[in-house]
Nanobody
Framework: QGQLVESGGGLVQPGGSLRLSCAAS????????MGWYRQAPGHQRELVAS???????NLKDSVKGRFTISRDAAKNTVYLQMSSLKPEDTAVYYC????????WGQGTQVTVSS
């Protein structure tokens, strides 16, 4: 099991950047792939980026070239670097394991608006 705490969201103008952080406790980080999800109002939660224990990444087509996922094993933390943000990126962002999900954290709100 484990606990997930997301942070780093905020209000940003179109074209801006944000870096999200997810601090993971327990064994989830060290044992499993990790991912960043997002849920916009009226939409289902979707996986936008994932990273294996070995650093292999996979990104949703709509964020390729704009988002980067990374992990720091020493800090048990997963990051999502977001740039060239668009209004359609507005959502609550969560992290979890796509392989062995645990209870969801509170998420962090990202709002892209002028």
């Amino acid at each position: 099991q484990g606990q997930l705490v997301e942070s780093g969201g905020g209000l940003v103008q179109p074209g801006g950047s944000l870096r999200l952080s997810c601090a993971a406790s327990g064994s989830i980080f060290s044992n499993y792939n990790m991912g960043w999800y997002r849920q916009a109002p009226g939409h289902q939660r979707e996986l936008v980026a994932s990273i294996t224990r070995y650093g292999v990444t996979n990104l949703k087509d709509s964020v390729k070239g704009r988002f980067t996922i990374s992990r720091d094993a020493a800090k048990n933390t997963v990051y999502l670097q977001m740039s060239s943000l668009k209004p359609e990126d507005t959502a609550v962002y969560y992290c979890n394991s796509p392989v062995k999900p645990v209870d969801w954290g509170q998420g962090t709100q990202v709002t892209v608006s002028s």
